[in-house]
């Protein structure tokens, strides 16, 4: 499968430490996500004047253990472009 083009302004966000399921964060760590969130949304919002965008959340499957090759992240990809349609 090939990889996609980043689209512009697309911003990653990962965990410092490895994991495979966002939805084992812990509480501490929730808190110091949603303040990189809103940061970089802020900036995001700030640099391109208050633009739509989505965000993914990348995560294993739930009906999997820990999964060593995989890191789960988020991606946040403001609405600049428009796709081509087939």
Not at 6 to 11: C, D, M, Q
Request: proline share 8%; net charge negative.
């Amino acid at each position: 499968m090939p990889l996609r083009q980043p689209l512009p302004f697309e911003t990653w966000i990962l965990p410092k430490n490895h994991a495979s399921h966002f939805e084992n964060i812990r509480e501490n760590e929730v808190e110091d996500l949603s303040g990189v969130m809103r940061q970089v949304i802020v900036k995001i919002e700030a640099a391109l004047d208050q633009p739509g965008y989505n965000y993914i959340i990348h995560t294993a499957p739930f009906d999997t253990q820990e999964l060593a090759h995989y890191h789960w992240h988020i991606e946040i990809m403001p609405s600049l472009t428009k796709t081509a349609r087939l």
